[in-house]
């Protein structure tokens, strides 16, 4: 596969059993899903597990798959949406039967040069969403982050399917660029 393969190709190529396919995707989007359960979980070990989770699942779920949009990234946002969802829940039932406070401290052996180079990278993105327009910002939280399809975004926001589909393509776009220039 070459660095211009589509998403759709890609999952194609992976649902018939191309890992060589399936580890481009991963490649392509192991930072922002990362980020996501980071957000959602705020712990780094926690955010790991789940992105790697995210993408066992999603290679699960192959078989049969087709891409709505250009990008693979809404898709694996909700699988990790879900995925972190449960670790939050497991987390609330292990402090409820435990004895003691869990001891959520990060341990000392912390990679820092890759959590500098991380948060770098969570930075740029998010300088990224700054600079764009209120609307695109609003698009992207509610169809990324908070897993809104398209149709439901364009009702929240009063505008057409097509818009909300359109922008968040470009979205995509932009975003995937800051991406790549930090790989």
């Not at 070459?2 to 399936?22: Q, R, V, Y």
């Not at 401290?105 to 969570?122: C, F």
């Not at 908070?146 to 979205?171: K, P």
Request: hydrophobic share 45%.
């Amino acid at each position: 596969m070459t660095e211009k393969s589509s998403d759709a190709a890609l999952i194609a190529a992976a649902a018939g059993g191309s890992e060589i396919a399936f580890r481009e995707l991963f490649r392509a989007y192991v930072k922002p899903v990362f980020w996501v359960a980071h957000g959602l979980l705020g712990d780094r070990g926690d955010a790991e597990d789940a992105a790697q989770e995210t993408f066992a699942t999603a290679w699960r779920k192959l078989d049969g798959f087709e891409l709505a949009g250009e990008s693979a990234l809404p898709w694996l946002a909700t699988i990790c949406r879900n995925v972190s969802a449960n670790r939050i829940r497991m987390r609330r039932r292990e402090r409820e039967h435990s004895a003691g406070p869990v001891d959520e401290r990060q341990p000392d052996t912390v990679d820092v040069e890759q959590q500098i180079i991380d948060q770098a990278l969570a930075d740029r993105i998010a300088d990224e969403v700054e600079r764009m327009s209120e609307d695109d910002r609003r698009i992207f939280a509610l169809c990324v982050a908070e897993g809104y399809a398209y149709q439901a975004a364009a009702d929240e926001l009063g505008i057409a399917h097509g818009a909300v589909r359109n922008r968040l393509s470009r979205i995509r776009t932009r975003l995937r660029s800051v991406v790549r220039e930090e790989a």
